[in-house]
Nanobody, 124 residues
Framework: QAQLVESGGGLVQAGGSLSLSCAAPGRTFSNYAMGWFRQAPGKERDFVTAISGSGANTYYADSVKGRFTISRDSDKRTVSLQMDSLKPEDTAVYYC?????????????????WGQGTQVTVSS
């Protein structure tokens, strides 16, 4: 059973923007770093970005640096991913996850809570 719930995926043209949100109903992740991963068909689940428990530190994969922005609202227990200048290669299912391993954790095995994923499709 997913402990996190993602929303906000959809279809957008290349160059457009989408915003994803991740909620943690019934549980607090305020002391966890939170990350976003993505998985395209036939490929492994890849790290996208992460944010520290305090929100003060962020870390991005080179492929999204300067285009994506992660943020968190501890009061609302949500984590957001603003995606700008989207490219067709950004097309994937996007997953939210939580980890004790810190903001620079890129390995999926370091994350112990996951959402069910939300589809993002970027058309050319």
């Amino acid at each position: 059973q997913a402990q996190l719930v993602e929303s906000g995926g959809g279809l957008v043209q290349a160059g457009g923007s989408l915003s994803l949100s991740c909620a943690a109903p019934g549980r607090t992740f305020s002391n966890y770093a939170m990350g976003w991963f993505r998985q395209a068909p036939g490929k492994e689940r890849d790290f996208v970005t992460a944010i520290s428990g305090s929100g003060a530190n962020t870390y991005y994969a080179d492929s999204v640096k300067g285009r994506f922005t992660i943020s968190r609202d501890s009061d609302k227990r949500t984590v957001s991913l603003q995606m700008d200048s989207l490219k067709p290669e950004d097309t994937a299912v996007y997953y939210c996850a939580a980890t004790w391993a810190g903001v620079r954790a890129r390995d999926v095995h370091l994350y112990d809570a996951w959402g069910q994923g939300t589809q993002v499709t970027v058309s050319s």
